[in-house]
């Protein structure tokens, strides 16, 4: 083709797409998104923003009892309308015209609808075929459901049902002990409902072992009935509305609402990635380019390398630059951590549970830094003892860990539990990123008494430089 309607197309106008977008039109590229539902997309109002907004009242509850003097001042119960409307005010109450107005002002054309791949450079959309030099897939992911008998006819929740929620059901079970699964436990208990929560394994069993150990505690102690190591056998809902789910041990519960969060998968379907000889799994470079093409990058969870909003965006910064390089025929950066790739995939994820505890990690668990062979050396503090972390809340619990890759002296993952302990994080990455070594670090002072501390009492547990 000689011409074409747009330089770039990015299917999905969810936040990744959206970077997609921004990032190539700032170096002069012709963009268009399509989008079938609202623009923003599942972070914006099913996800995110409104699970936040969702937890942070019961949070606030929590921190003025856990300090003398402002827990007396505390006399009254958590509004359930209140906070449902505060939740709905984070979604413009589910309308994208704040959204498709910022598109409009960064010059970026969106079109309406379901797109699919017709052919290489080409999208259809209902009737119509766009062309584009590039094509860019930004339609992140899916719930995955499990196959309990009884369950789909049950019309459970998915955490989309859950962050939308117009009521607080008295009674919820959640299925599935991972990061939805534990934040919307701790957000429906604050709200008043009777929490079960079952999973087959520990919470969060993907992180440091003691995570799980400090989420179950909090959960029990604010009344959640969490049950490890259990299998839904079947799930049935009765004509009052009440659903009964039967465990393989035979014990039955029953709540009026279920919400199932098993996991998620990248968002593949009806995509037309069989009309250029594709499957649903994409496989992408650095610089999001899908292997095998010259012209479709897959970006954020639909790739499943990091499937994590912020993660998705910084692919996405890195990928729309590098579309506008390869579209203008200027050198492509491509050599690790420069400007037109992603890096940090590998070494630096960042993650954050906004549970309460917090959960924040970064880089690599204890595990999985032996399991990829690195000469390793852990250290952990009880983040409780800290000074700072004292202040801050009364019997403040909590712990720390460093994984230190011993060939390099330098730190390789992070991982915090405690109140508020999301703000260490950024300089845990910073670390990371930076291959700061340990005798550098011991010059980064922290301030006295904050809880960044624990970075102090991490290095004297590790020990002075020789």
Not at 19 to 29: F, S
Not at 181 to 195: D, I, N, Q
Request: charged fraction near 20%; proline fraction near 4%; glycine fraction near 12%.
């Amino acid at each position: 083709m000689t011409s074409y309607d747009h330089d770039l197309i990015v299917i999905g106008g969810g936040a990744v797409g959206e970077n997609v977008a921004d990032y190539a039109t700032k170096r002069g590229v012709r963009v268009a998104i399509v989008e079938s539902e609202l623009v923003g997309g599942e972070c914006s109002y099913w996800a995110c923003m409104p699970s936040k907004a969702l937890l942070r009242s019961g949070h606030a509850i929590r921190a003025a009892h856990r300090v003398a003097g402002a827990r007396e001042a505390v006399t009254g119960q958590l509004d359930p309308a209140a906070v449902l409307a505060r939740r709905t005010a984070f979604t413009d109450g589910w309308k994208d015209d704040g959204q498709v107005a910022w598109l409009d002002s960064a010059g970026i054309d969106l079109i309406r609808g379901h797109g699919r791949l017709a052919g290489p450079g080409l999208v259809q959309v209902g009737e119509h075929v766009h062309s584009a030099r590039a094509v860019a897939l930004a339609t992140g992911s899916v719930p995955v459901v499990a196959d309990v008998p009884g369950l789909a006819a049950a019309r459970p929740w998915g955490t989309r049902e859950a962050a939308a929620a117009g009521y607080v059901p008295s009674r919820l079970i959640v299925i599935g002990g991972g990061v939805a699964g534990t934040e919307m436990a701790f957000a429906f208990s604050s709200l008043g409902s009777h929490v079960t929560v079952l999973s087959r394994t520990a919470l969060l069993n993907g992180e440091e072992p003691f995570v799980g150990e400090h989420l179950a505690a909090a959960l029990a102690d604010e009344g959640v009935d969490v049950r490890l190591g259990v299998t839904p056998a079947r799930v049935e809902r009765a004509t009052d509305g009440i659903v009964t789910v039967v465990l393989d041990d035979g014990a039955e519960i029953h709540a009026e609402e279920l919400l199932v969060a098993t996991g998620r998968r990248p968002n593949t379907d009806d995509l037309g990635l069989e009309t250029i000889g594709l499957g649903p799994e994409l496989v992408v470079d650095d610089t999001m380019l899908v292997n095998g093409t010259d012209w479709l990058y897959a970006v954020g969870d639909v790739n499943g390398r990091a499937t994590l909003t912020h993660q998705g965006k910084y692919q996405a910064r890195a990928a729309g630059e590098a579309i506008a390089a390869r579209l203008r025929s200027t050198p492509v950066l491509d050599e690790p951590w420069g400007q037109h790739v992603a890096t940090a995939d590998h070494a630096a994820v960042p993650r954050v549970v906004f549970s309460d505890p917090e959960v924040a990690g970064v880089g690599l668990t204890e595990a999985r830094a032996r399991e990829a062979g690195l000469a390793v050396r852990a250290v952990e503090y009880d983040l409780g003892s800290v000074a700072g972390a004292k202040l801050h809340a009364d019997g403040y619990t909590g712990r720390a860990k460093l994984v230190v890759d011993e060939d390099r002296r330098v730190i390789v993952g992070a991982t915090f539990v405690g109140q508020d302990v999301a703000e260490l994080l950024h300089s845990a990455t910073v670390a990371i990123v930076g291959e700061v070594t340990l005798d550098r670090l011991w010059h980064a002072v922290p301030s006295y008494p904050t809880v960044s501390e624990i970075w102090l009492r991490l290095l004297e547990t590790y020990g002075r430089p020789a």
